[in-house]
């Protein structure tokens, strides 16, 4: 077999035919290295323009993270917001609970928690922090406060209302707007046999059909004829109080009927076992009789 490649080729404006022999040996080696040349310059170019897409991934990656700062950076300022208006807030509900005779929340308590130091500095974005740790603490933080507040102000709301149960619940007012006191509670000489009683109310001396008035909030648990103190009501105020008003000339109220303090609930008059028009006023507590001057606000200090 011929060792040799023959190439003709023909001149240009045919100026004859040229030939030239390439030894097979080098033919290949020429051609392995055409080979290997083009499979460098593929792999060159691939990876070129992986680099290439590789910037532009880092380009929009570092254009992303810039966003991220900035919102990160709003966030804080909107936390470092909340955290302030909390502190207000705080002193705030303080104040309340003075009011409201409570203890105050200390700082101790008020911080649920949360403790450690401070960072010394600014806050380094290039780590973690970048991803806003420290922004879900303070978030943990405020939401931890925020819960100890709603039950704060519970506790004051609960103990105010009460409070006012309690105040709107206790005899504290004259049974009348007019007429004056004839006869105290305690050891007294009775009208009718002569002899030292106890008398378990007082007497307001005051003109027949004067409007009696409930000293307190509570149900009508009695309006009705009863005995010696001819007609006469009877109002539970809760809280262990009870008030009863006889001698009345009629009464404006029914069994059941609730009552507000202030309201009419009769009219003095001088029914039953009476010497005059006047009006019999008693206070029990817990089923005992107590002196009603005991629970009487005196005119001209504040109530309502």
Not at 92 to 97: D, E, G, I, V, Y
Not at 271 to 278: K, M, Q
Request: no cysteine; net charge positive; proline share 4%.
């Amino acid at each position: 077999m011929d060792r040799y490649f023959t190439f003709l080729y023909v001149r240009r404006g045919n100026a004859g035919v040229r030939s030239f022999r390439i030894h097979r040996r080098v033919a290949a080696g020429l051609a392995v290295a055409v080979v290997i040349l083009l499979g460098t310059a593929i792999v060159t170019i691939g990876r070129l323009a992986g680099e290439a897409g590789d910037a532009r991934r880092v380009a929009a990656l570092e254009e992303e993270n810039a966003r991220l700062r900035s919102r990160l950076a709003g966030l804080r300022a909107e936390v470092s917001d909340l955290e302030n208006r909390m502190a207000a807030n705080f002193t705030l509900q303080n104040r309340a609970r003075l009011l409201a005779n409570l203890d105050p929340i200390s700082d101790d308590v008020w911080q649920v928690g949360v403790g450690g130091p401070e960072p010394a500095g600014p806050v380094d974005l290039s780590g973690s922090d970048l991803f806003g740790a420290d922004i879900a603490e303070d978030l943990d933080k405020m939401i931890r406060q925020s819960e100890l507040e709603l039950a704060s102000y519970e506790e004051i709301v609960d103990l105010l209302q009460k409070e006012a149960e309690m105040r709107d619940a206790t005899p504290s007012i004259r049974p009348l707007r007019g007429g004056y006191l004839s006869s105290r509670f305690g050891r007294r000489m009775d009208p009718f046999s002569g002899r030292i009683t106890r008398h378990l109310g007082v007497d307001y001396h005051a003109r027949t059909g004067e409007p009696v008035i409930s000293t307190a909030d509570g149900i009508v648990t009695m309006a009705k004829k009863n005995g010696s103190f001819g007609l006469e009501v009877e109002i539970n105020h809760g809280n262990g109080f009870k008030t009863r008003y006889g001698h009345l000339s009629k009464m404006l109220v029914k069994r059941g009927q609730r009552v507000k303090r202030g309201e009419t609930i009769g009219l003095v008059g001088n029914t039953g076992r009476s010497t005059g028009p006047h009006l019999h006023y008693e206070v029990l507590f817990r089923k005992v009789h107590r002196d009603p001057l005991q629970y009487v606000i005196p005119e001209g200090v504040y109530f309502d």
